[in-house]
């Protein structure tokens, strides 16, 4: 994408604490399902773009967004959904490869982010 | 009392025991499980060296909000997930929200009914055997005239 951002992506937390109603030991459960769950969607998702399998893209992209909604993760959320959208509607497909590739590079830093996050909300248990 | 429809799935390993174990933990977790559907065999999504995917929808009655109904989900997955297989390609099981009652919620997190869901084969058509006259509360149609209009060909089997 001529456009594309190369920049890892910000996390907010305030999302998921307005959902755990504060409770740290709920946020640390839903970083960990973030951490277990999304590199084998990512996997999943990265099998169906190279296959052009745009139904399996659809549905894997739907079922990675709530997770990143929960953790603030806006910007690839809104990219996901956009994915997701691309792939349901057969709208300009050729473009989900790409979309893919900058949103994969750029979640890599996610997992170390996380981890320092929960370990600081596990040093307030 | 809420009534929501989740659609489980699973193409890995022992698949039935997997679909009997959510079915127990959701009942634990999120409520009882007032029906079941017969269980569905579907073409491993445009990968050929998988499993099949085996599908089923349960109706269950709950007590819990839709977003509580999704994190019990989330947890649901991750436990059976880690079960067995540190990375796998396949999946131990899924569980998606198709319904909530008649609710629509457009939420950051939550799309609720499942968007694809009249494009899929393997959801109609347990859908239709639960629930044949059930509006979709988006498209105002019953799950029948949705199956009439299918035109996703991928073949799905009672099984």
New interface residues.
């Given amino acids: 994408m001529a456009e594309g951002n190369n920049k890892g992506f910000e996390i907010d937390m305030s ?1 998921l604490n307005d ?1 755990a109603g504060g409770s740290e030991e709920f946020m640390i ?2 970083i ?2 973030f951490i ?2 999304t590199p ?1 969607y990512f ?2 998702l990265e ?2 773009v190279n ?1 052009s ?1 745009w ?2 893209v ?2 894997v992209a ?2 990675i ?3 990143l ?2 953790m603030g993760i ?1 910007e690839a ?1 809104e990219i996901m959904a956009d994915i ?1 959208r691309k792939a ?1 509607t057969d709208d300009n497909v050729s473009e989900i490869p790409g979309m893919f590739a900058n949103i994969k590079s750029r979640c890599e830093d996610l997992y170390d982010n996380l981890n320092r996050i929960k370990k600081e909300l596990e040093a307030n248990l | 009392m809420q009534e929501v429809y989740l659609l489980l799935g699973s193409n890995l390993g022992e698949r039935e025991e997997y679909l009997h174990k959510a079915a127990q933990l959701i009942t634990e977790r999120v409520g009882k499980v007032l029906q079941g559907s017969a269980f569905y065999q579907t073409a491993a999504w445009g990968i050929t060296d998988q499993p099949a995917y085996i599908n089923q929808i349960l109706l269950v009655g709950t007590e819990l909000d839709a977003s509580e109904v999704l994190i019990n989900i989330l947890r649901i997955e991750k436990e059976l997930g880690r079960e067995r297989f540190q990375k796998w390609e396949a999946r131990v099981i899924d569980i998606d929200i198709l319904f909530y009652s008649d609710l629509v919620i457009n939420e950051a997190h939550l799309t609720i009914p499942h968007p694809h869901f009249e494009e899929r084969r393997f959801a109609v058509e347990p859908m239709l055997e639960l629930a044949p006259d059930f509006i979709h509360p988006v498209l105002k149609k019953t799950i029948k005239s949705i199956a009439l209009e299918l035109t996703d060909n991928l073949s799905v089997e009672r099984i």
């Fill in positions: 999302y959902i459960e839903m960990d399902i277990e769950q084998l996997d999943q099998e169906a296959s399998d139904k399996s659809g549905d739907h079922k967004k709530p997770t909604a929960f806006e959320k997701e349901r």
